[in-house]
Each structure stands twice: as structure tokens, then as C-alpha cells.
């Protein structure tokens, strides 16, 4: 029997049931393989070796395996250092490693704790915003790591401003629960001169209103655009004004 998984989540989705009505038990399903080891075996395969081997050559105890690819413990730092000194110049295997420290994967235990604490605030910002809104919103700050390395952000668009603050909202919640440092300012703030390092440095710049933006945080979004950090801002929606390079275009919907 197929079951249907979603890389978003670390189980699969509700299976279906079998010909005589009954669905497996959850135990049985299977756990999330991080991408970085997902990738490594697919190499070892691709090139005629066994995973087995591989592991062995890489540092991997037969425990830590089973427990890495069940999704019950990390990757520990000492096998990131040998993973990378493996594949030097392997663009795709530094992108990995480098993502996985960026976002510090959770276990599924970690995972289930996080879903289990979703706070109030981002659950009535949820509830505002349509389905598709809150898949797109929570695909981006899941895909975090990507986006810190590559620098794009987000352009929220609404005709509806009380739409415009909850997508801010929806997103700061789910940061603050996968543990995304982040700060939240207005457009048309004042900032001053040690704020405005802080700004600019952060992992992730929330922006309300950037249609009211003020010299000073236009600075502050000059500076992050200069160095790839990652922007969410919001505007009224508008077909007569340019998006800028570094965000991509989302309109928020009920």
C-alpha cells in the first residue's frame, strides 16, 4: 500500500484505509529523512555503492544511522565537518549542510512539541486568512534556510489592510515557533543610528506598510537588500507598481 507524504511534515498524511477498511497505525509510517541524507544516499546509489559503505567512510555508527534517517536525533556537527570535507566542491551537498545548520532540524519529538505550543496569536491569524494564504506563508518560513542563504523575501498585497496585518502576524507566529529570530517594525518608523545596525543585520526584517516607508527604514531596507537578507513587507495590492528584485509577490486571500 502507498501512502501519500508531504515534505513539509515529518509523517505522512492520514493513509488510506486497505481492502478491508482499516488504516495502519501511525508507528508504522514512515519518519522524515533530512534532504542532506536523503541526498547522500541517492548519490550512493546512483553510483553503485551501499548506503552502508558510505556511512562507514563518512563516520556514521549503524546506531546514529538508524536514528538520523528515523528522524529521532540530528546530525551531529563532527559528520557535518566530515560531510563537507567529503564533497568539497559539491555545490548541492554545501547547500544542504548549510541549510541544516541554518534551521537546526528539528526531530519529530521537537516537532510535535512545536505544533502542540502553536500560540493564540498565530492561530486567530490563521483562522483570518485563507487556506491557500497560510499554506504559501508557512511553505516560505519552513523553507527559511533556502531563503537566508539566497536572500528572497516576500511582498504581501491586499486590498484589505487588516488582511495585510494578519499575513504579518501569520508569519511572525510560525518564526517565533521554529525558533527564526526575527524583528517587526512599521514602514514608517523612526530608527535611529545603533537601531538601524540592528535592523539590518537581523536574520529576518518584518516591514508593516512599505508604501509608507520612512528615509531611515529605507536605509535600513537598502542595506539588507545590499546584503541578501531576508525581507517580508506588506502594501496594498497594486498592478501599477513595480515589485522589487529581492521579494516575490504574494497575494493574501480569505
Known amino acids: 500500500m502507498a501512502f501519500r507524504h508531504d515534505p513539509r511534515d515529518g509523517l505522512a ?3 488510506p ?3 478491508h477498511g482499516r488504516r495502519p497505525h501511525r508507528r508504522f509510517l514512515m519518519p ?3 534532504p542532506l541524507i536523503n541526498e547522500l544516499e541517492r548519490r550512493t546509489r ?16 549503524r546506531t546514529t544511522l538508524a ?13 557535518l565537518h566530515r560531510i563537507a570535507a567529503a564533497y568539497p566542491t559539491d555545490d548541492q551537498i554545501k ?6 545548520l541554518l534551521h537546526d532540524v528539528e526531530t519529530l519529538k521537537e516537532r510535535h512539541a512545536r505544533t502542540a505550543t502553536l500560540t493564540s496569536e498565530g492561530g486567530e491569524a490563521a483562522r483570518r486568512l485563507g487556506k491557500r494564504s497560510q499554506t504559501a506563508l508557512a511553505a516560505f518560513v519552513a523553507d527559511f534556510p533556502r531563503h537566508a542563504v539566497d536572500g528572497t523575501g516576500l511582498l504581501l498585497e491586499s486590498l484589505d489592510a487588516a488582511l495585510l496585518t494578519s499575513g ?5 507566529a510560525e518564526c517565533r515557533i521554529r525558533s527564526i529570530h526575527t524583528i517587526r517594525r512599521r514602514a514608517n518608523a523612526k530608527v535611529s543610528v545603533s537601531e538601524m545596525a540592528t535592523l539590518s543585520a537581523t536574520p529576518l526584517l518584518l516591514v508593516d506598510r512599505s508604501d509608507y516607508v520612512s528615509p531611515a527604514m529605507e536605509v535600513v531596507l537598502a542595506n539588507r537588500a545590499a546584503y541578501r537578507k531576508v525581507v517580508v513587507t506588506s502594501r496594498p495590492l497594486s498592478d501599477s507598481k ?13
Open 67 to 79: 536514528h538520523v534517517r528515523s528522524g529521532r536525533t540530528r546530525v551531529s556537527l563532527t559528520l
Open 168 to 172: 504579518l502576524d501569520f508569519v511572525e
Open 17 to 19: 484505509t486497505d481492502h
Open 46 to 61: 546512483a553510483l553503485g555503492s551501499s548506503w552502508e559503505a558510505e556511512s562507514r567512510r563518512l563516520g556514521f555508527d
Open 13 to 15: 498524511d492520514r493513509p
Open 32 to 34: 522524515k529523512v533530512f
Open 242 to 254: 513595480a515589485v522589487p528584485g529581492f521579494l516575490e509577490r504574494l497575494t493574501l486571500q480569505e
Open 95 to 100: 547547500r544542504l549542510a548549510w541549510e541544516y
